[in-house]
């Protein structure tokens, strides 16, 4: 995941997922980002964690926002 950290650009400030498309096995886009995320990244997150914020046509792109729990390593 990256930050979006140009203030002059749009989205200033939003973390951004890696890309990916929705495949055949996908029924919609959260569980194509859910799919790629746990993939790139390890994080596995239930879809009660997550909030459809919505589309933005000028990206192509469906917007989610993601509580995550990060808990640290006790070893």
Request: charged share 35%; glycine share 6%; with cysteine.
């Amino acid at each position: 995941m990256s930050v979006r950290m140009d203030r002059k650009k749009e989205m200033y400030g939003l973390h951004q997922s890696f890309r990916g498309e929705v495949e055949p096995k996908d029924s919609n886009s959260l569980k194509a980002i859910l799919r790629k995320l746990k993939e790139e990244t390890g994080l596995r997150i239930h879809h009660s964690q997550t909030k459809w914020i919505g589309n933005d046509d000028k990206f192509d792109c469906d917007i989610y926002a993601i509580k995550l729990n990060i808990r640290k390593n006790s070893q």
